[in-house]
C-alpha cells in the first residue's frame, strides 16, 4: 500500500485528507525552516554584530581615555536602550510573523512559505487532513522541545521511520511531499 493510499485511507469524519507522495526529508524540512526563520535569523546576526562591533569601539575609546573617573559609566546608556528597543521591537514583529506564517497559512494549507516553496506540507497524521489555525500555530510554538538536549528533537527525523520530530510525535503530525502541480492523486 503506499503512503498516499495510507494517508487517503485513514481519514476521519468531516476532515479531507490531503494527497501525498511520501514523508519529506530531512534535507527539504531544514531547508523550509531556513526559508521560513532566514530572514529573523539574518537581521539578529546583522544587529548582534553592529551591537558587538559598537561595544568593542566603546571599550577602546574607554581605554584610550587617559584617566578613568569614577563618573565614566560602565555601559553607555544609549547602547544599552537601543539594543533593547531594537529586542522589544524584534520579537512582537516576530511573533506576528510567525503567526501567519504557521498559524494561518500552514494551519489553512498545510504549508508555510518555506514548505510551499520546497513542495512539503504537515498534516494530522491519523485524518491526513490540514491542522487548522490553533494546532498549526501551537505546533510552531511546542517546537521548543525539539531543540532541548543540543536539538535532537530537529534531528530525530534523520532516524525515524516516518522523518517526525519529537514535535510532530506529540501532536500526531507528519511532514510529507506536496504532489507535483498539475498531478491527480486522490487515492
Given at each position: 500500500?503506499?503512503?498516499?493510499?495510507l494517508i487517503?485511507?485513514?481519514?476521519a469524519?468531516n476532515?479531507?485528507?490531503v494527497?501525498?507522495?511520501?514523508?519529506?526529508?530531512?534535507?527539504r524540512?531544514?531547508a523550509?525552516?531556513?526559508?521560513?526563520?532566514?530572514v529573523?535569523?539574518l537581521?539578529s546576526?546583522?544587529?548582534?554584530?553592529?551591537?558587538?562591533i559598537t561595544?568593542?569601539e566603546?571599550?577602546a575609546?574607554?581605554?584610550?581615555q587617559?584617566?578613568?573617573?569614577s563618573?565614566?559609566p560602565?555601559?553607555?546608556?544609549?547602547?544599552?536602550?537601543?539594543?533593547?528597543?531594537?529586542?522589544?521591537l524584534?520579537?512582537?514583529?516576530?511573533?506576528?510573523?510567525s503567526?501567519?506564517?504557521?498559524?494561518?497559512?500552514?494551519?489553512r494549507?498545510g504549508?508555510s512559505w518555506?514548505?510551499?516553496i520546497?513542495?512539503?506540507?504537515?498534516?494530522d497524521?491519523?485524518?491526513?487532513a490540514?491542522?487548522?489555525?490553533?494546532?498549526?500555530f501551537g505546533?510552531?510554538l511546542l517546537?521548543v522541545?525539539d531543540?532541548?538536549g543540543?536539538?535532537?528533537?530537529?534531528?530525530?527525523?534523520l532516524?525515524d521511520?516516518?522523518?517526525r520530530?519529537f514535535?510532530?510525535?506529540?501532536?500526531n503530525?507528519i511532514?510529507?511531499?506536496?504532489p507535483p502541480?498539475g498531478?491527480?492523486?486522490?487515492?
Open positions: 500500500m503506499s503512503q498516499s493510499t487517503a485511507t485513514r481519514t469524519p476532515s479531507i485528507p494527497p501525498h507522495t511520501g514523508y519529506a526529508s530531512w534535507g524540512r531544514a523550509a525552516a531556513l526559508i521560513d526563520d532566514g529573523f535569523i537581521i546576526w546583522i544587529v548582534t554584530v553592529l551591537w558587538v561595544t568593542i566603546w571599550i575609546d574607554l581605554a584610550d587617559p584617566s578613568h573617573s563618573n565614566t560602565l555601559w553607555p546608556p544609549t547602547m544599552f536602550w537601543g539594543w533593547l528597543a531594537i529586542l522589544l524584534m520579537l512582537p514583529i516576530q511573533l506576528a510573523v503567526y501567519w506564517n504557521f498559524g494561518k497559512l500552514q494551519g494549507t504549508a518555506g514548505k510551499r520546497v513542495g512539503i506540507m504537515v498534516v497524521e491519523a485524518t491526513g490540514v491542522l487548522g489555525i490553533g494546532k498549526s505546533r510552531d517546537h522541545i531543540a532541548t543540543f536539538y535532537l528533537g530537529y534531528l530525530w527525523p532516524w521511520e516516518r522523518n520530530t514535535t510532530d510525535i506529540v501532536l503530525t511532514v510529507v511531499n506536496q502541480k498531478s491527480n492523486i486522490h487515492e
